[in-house]
């Protein structure tokens, strides 16, 4: 009978244990996708039939011109997560990258949170979810305010709190893995590929 070799078997049982975070972040993770997807396609549905006028799809051939409202989406802002303008504001889109918004930051946080590190590795790496999910809900609180003004809810500091949370995050979790992995790890990174 072949028996498992110690490391084999560990793998089996940390794929087993991470089974239910991952499809449920997977889960999450696809789920943002679709709603990201469909604000797109809101947020650009007045540019629909003349987007690809004068292409070589179309045959070079030019169609209508582009729309007033078409022209005022390419000069604004992104759907994600709210235009900064209200005019630029369409229907469902806002609302659904604010969802988008959210899952993504579940979805991290769920990944993170089913792995087996320690609390504060897991605390540190949990860090952009937390800011995605913070983001989304200033974002939803001024898609409500028909009157607000595009800098009053989200700062430059806000959005730059999910970047520099998630190289923080990368950092820690590097930490770990080397830690973890010990001069083993640290003697194959030095060397190449045939030298071991």
């Known amino acids: ?6 490391t084999a078997t560990r793998y089996v049982e940390t794929v087993r244990e991470l089974r239910w975070p991952l ?8 789920a943002s996708t679709a709603a990201a997807a469909w604000s ?4 650009w549905l007045a540019c ?3 987007m690809l006028s004068g ?19 390419m000069d604004g802002a992104i759907p994600f997560p709210y235009p900064p ?7 469902w889109a806002s609302e659904l990258g604010v969802a988008a918004t959210v899952l993504l930051g579940l979805a991290w946080s769920t990944l993170v949170l089913g792995l087996g590190w320690s609390r504060r590795t897991k605390a540190a790496a949990a860090l952009p979810g937390a ?22 809810y989200l700062s430059g500091w806000l959005w730059l709190s999910i970047e520099v949370s998630a190289v923080l995050a990368l950092i ?25």
Do not use: F, W
Request: net charge positive; aromatic share 2%.
């Open 23 to 30: 499809l449920l972040s997977a889960t999450l993770m696809l």
């Open 85 to 91: 303008e209200p005019a630029e504001q369409t229907a």
């Open 40 to 43: 797109t396609y809101l947020h």
């Open 172 to 196: 820690v979790i590097m930490t770990v893995i080397m830690t973890l992995c010990g001069p083993r790890c640290r003697s194959t990174t030095r060397t190449g590929p045939g030298e071991r």
């Open 55 to 73: 292409s070589i799809i179309h045959g070079c051939s030019y169609g209508p011109e582009l729309s007033d409202a078409c022209l005022r989406r």
């Open 48 to 50: 629909r039939g003349s």
């Open 1 to 6: 009978m072949n028996k498992a070799s110690p």
């Open 131 to 152: 800011a995605s999910t913070v983001l989304a809900g200033v974002a939803a609180v001024a898609i409500g305010d028909a009157g607000r003004n595009p800098d009053d």
